[in-house]
């Protein structure tokens, strides 16, 4: 049996493997160490910029004056190249990327660690760093180690308060912070098919913090019709039959909204066991948990409510926040009382839009709770986006199922 | 490739925002990450750091792609990154700033002498000798030329 990852890459596990890149994307963090690679390679050559992209969405819009000065010099860099640019708003990189931008069977690299996300397409999808990408720039291509595989067999269907993000937490504290370390994680089985997009990228998200180079579902039905919507055919991708060397297990109606507590992505917990620890700020948001799903789901819960403590929204990209607009999600997060900025990272990386102060402790969808990471003295504590609107709607943390 | 240095000795899943905060990220000014290099791990460190080996637990490097925190290490004096396991972004990050990683299980008191031969495969500290895991051609390529914008300026030559 060959893994996707080894048919896409045209290689068995362990081999290492040249590979044109189909498409590759920076963002605003990343650009400026690659631009400053790729101008040291002197060769002025920039290959196929109709498949490079460079998206901002870490600083937006610049907080200081050096951030904008940063920025022009990679609107600038954006225009010489001829490569796709997406201006302050668009949204998060891998947000941007999904809506129509990756497809099955692409070989897809980012600068930035969580590229990942976009296996949830059937595509290999990985993160570099700025050299890397700089290298991809000029030769437009990289070297790859194909790797190994752990199965993920999803079973059953998500019921209850359980969604995407708690499956993802479920699977890191199944697997640690490296317990997949340079290999793909294979989302199958029954439960694997009945999952929207929007779930298998909060799923192939996160595989990243379990060291794997990409999570990765096959191409089906979903997919084509998620695509369709943007105008994009796609082919299915057939799961070949056999088993992996390595798998685990997990039956969707058997999870329960869950936790990760700072500073550890793998410590997880269920939700009712920290029930009443108090929080400070809510952050809705992130490539984890800022697409439209996730803010439907959020004001499922607060509509008519009022939030208890200082929340913070900020939509994946600028096509989810228009969908929000439209279907009155919008109108319901903001009577509730939740503070809305611009499509982006938000705050996730501790630079702007609502860094933590010392002690300070944010509920957030996001996908690392690392120390310091969004302010120094700050926890972060890791939920789906409806465990974060019941927690908002409290003060303290509260586990949806009292709001179903 | 030989190399030495005292240990500087670290725990395990050190992440790139211990090794780089993501609030010293935007500057121009590129000595500001070596300045503070592993401030929230133990700001005591930074002043280590020149001449050092680090000798890590696993999965060092693990979460974000932002390749400061390889630059900051090497532009800190960090001669070499030792550790049982790395995350695979920071792996070939620092592979690509041309700052030599060994991957390897061998035990190590903080400030003792280190000697590692990436050629021959090896690392010795404390009169114990262990093998490094193998790098592949063309890692070890692009160590050997300082890094991939040196080895891909070499290429074209």
Known sequence: ?404 | MRGSGHAVCLGRDIDTDLIIAGRHLRTRDRSVWAAHALEDRDPALAGRLAGAVIMAGGNFGCGSSREQAAVALRDAGVVAVAAPSFARIFFRNAVNIGLPVLECEIPCRDGDQVTFDLEEGWIETGGTRRPVGPLSPRMRAILAAGGLVPFLCGERR
Not at chain 1, 100 to 108: F, K, N, S
Not at chain 1, 135 to 154: D, N, S, Y
Not at chain 1, 344 to 350: A, I, R, S
């Open chain 1, 1 to 404: 049996m060959s893994t996707l990852s080894e048919r896409i890459l045209g290689a068995g596990a362990g081999s290492y493997v040249d590979r044109a890149v189909d498409r590759a994307y920076v963002h605003d963090g990343t650009g400026l160490l690659a631009r400053a690679a790729w101008t040291e390679i002197g060769s002025g050559v920039f290959t196929d910029p109709d498949r490079r992209y460079l998206i901002f969405d870490h600083i937006v819009p610049a907080n200081t004056s050096t951030t904008a000065d940063l920025h022009r010099e990679m609107r600038e860099f954006a225009a010489l190249t001829g490569m796709h640019f997406f201006e302050i708003g668009e949204g998060v990189c891998h947000q941007v990327m999904a809506e129509g931008r990756a497809l099955p069977g692409e070989v897809i690299v980012g600068a930035d660690s969580h590229s990942c996300t976009l296996g949830a397409f059937g595509a290999f999808a990985t993160g570099v760093g700025a050299t890397d990408m700089a290298g991809i720039w000029v030769t437009g291509g990289t070297w790859f180690r194909v790797p190994e595989t752990t199965g993920i067999f999803l079973e059953g269907a998500l019921s209850g308060a359980a969604a995407a993000k708690d499956v993802a937490l479920a699977y890191v504290a199944a697997l640690g912070m490296d317990g997949a370390t340079y290999r793909t994680l294979e989302f199958v089985g029954e439960g694997a098919a009945s999952l929207s997009m929007a779930d298998r990228l909060t799923l192939c998200n996160m595989a990243v913090e379990t060291g794997a180079k990409a999570g990765i579902f096959h191409a089906d039905g979903v997919t084509r019709a998620y695509l369709a919507g943007f105008g994009v055919e796609a082919a299915v991708q057939v799961p070949e039959a056999g088993t992996y060397p390595d798998e685990i297990e997990i039956d969707l109606g058997d999870v329960v909204p869950l936790l990760a507590l700072p500073p550890r992505v793998d410590a997880v917990c269920p939700v009712a066991e920290k029930e009443g620890l108090p929080v400070d700020q809510v952050f809705l948001g992130t490539c984890t948990g800022g697409r439209y799903e996730d803010l439907e789901a959020f004001a499922a819960t607060v509509r008519g409510k009022q939030v208890a403590v200082r929340t913070i929204v900020v939509p994946a990209s600028r096509a989810v926040l228009a969908r929000a607009v439209a279907t009155g999600v919008f109108a319901a997060l903001v009577e509730a009382g939740c503070a809305v900025a611009t499509p982006g990272c938000g705050p996730c990386l501790g630079a702007h839009l609502g860094v933590l102060g010392e002690g300070e402790v944010c509920l957030s969808t996001a996908n690392r709770n690392f120390k310091n990471r969004m302010g120094v003295g700050g926890e972060i504590y890791l939920a789906s986006p409806r465990t974060a609107a019941a927690t908002a709607l409290v003060g303290a943390v509260t586990s949806p199922e009292e709001f179903l």
